[in-house]
T-cell receptor, first 111, second 115 residues
Framework: SQQGEEDPQALSIQEGENATMNCSYK?????LQWYRQNSGRGLVHLIL?????REKHSGRLRVTLDTSKKSSSLLITASRAADTASYFC???????????FGQGTRLTINP | NAGVMQNPRHLVRRRGQEARLRCSPM?????VYWYRQLPEEGLKFMVY????????ESGMPKERFSAEFPKEGPSILRIQQVVRGDSAAYFC?????????????FGPGTRLTVL
């Protein structure tokens, strides 16, 4: 079964607005991580939230985790054109030693 | 401390040829993962290796694909007799190992194009 499904698949907003992306997963996890990928490039690690944490901040990023609903959200505040990229959540499932990625959200910030 | 290195960054092969992708993990990291990303999709786990051992190859196709991580040198992902469907970006990630958070550091990827 698919683990780490993001929604929406694509999101287009104006510069300065906030962007919210969601991720759902199916199994128990140790932690959940968010990555950014610019077109044709590698992955940049953004933030990691452990299963016993509910919220975490890093600069303009805010991540929440609800283990009862098996979901997470990534909020980017005051978006900039440079935030245009694909964003992926990845779960580190208990008992597994690999990351399971979702399909990603393609975020476009319009100037 | 250099990050995860992959080479080549771009590789073009004709159908039937072999592709060899290399990954040098971060210094001190003895665990390597390989992932494949098809266009417009997320990364899919292929194989997890420690030095000289394959720990989990549940994501590897049964035929034509193999991986190794020798005692000395980089990890190699080898694809024999490539087909057009093998065209993808292949990412390597390394992990220091041990108990605790499985924080993986990703390389820039190798983009394989099969003509």
């Amino acid at each position: 079964s698919q683990q780490g499904e993001e929604d929406p698949q694509a999101l287009s907003i104006q510069e300065g607005e906030n962007a919210t992306m969601n991720c759902s997963y199916k199994t128990s996890i140790n932690n959940l991580q968010w990555y950014r990928q610019n077109s044709g490039r590698g992955l940049v690690h953004l933030i990691l939230i452990r299963s016993n944490e509910r919220e975490k901040h890093s600069g303009r990023l805010r991540v929440t985790l609800d283990t009862s609903k098996k979901s997470s959200s990534l909020l980017i505040t005051a978006s900039r054109a440079a935030d245009t990229a694909s964003y992926f959540c990845a779960t580190d499932a208990r008992g597994a030693q690999k990351l399971v990625f979702g399909q990603g959200t393609r975020l476009t910030i319009n100037p | 401390n250099a990050g995860v290195m992959q080479n080549p960054r771009h590789l073009v092969r004709r159908r039937g040829q072999e592709a060899r992708l290399r990954c040098s993990p971060m210094k001190g990291h003895s665990h390597v993962y390989w992932y494949r990303q098809l266009p417009e999709e997320g990364l899919k786990f292929m194989v997890y290796l420690q030095k000289e051992n394959i720990i989990d190859e549940s994501g590897m196709p049964k035929e034509r694909f193999s991986a190794e991580f020798p005692k000395e040198g980089p990890s190699i992902l080898r694809i024999q007799q490539v087909v057009r469907g093998d065209s993808a970006a292949y990412f390597c990630a390394s992990y220091i190992g041990g108990a605790g958070i499985n924080e993986q550091f990703f390389g820039p990827g190798t983009r394989l194009t099969v003509l």
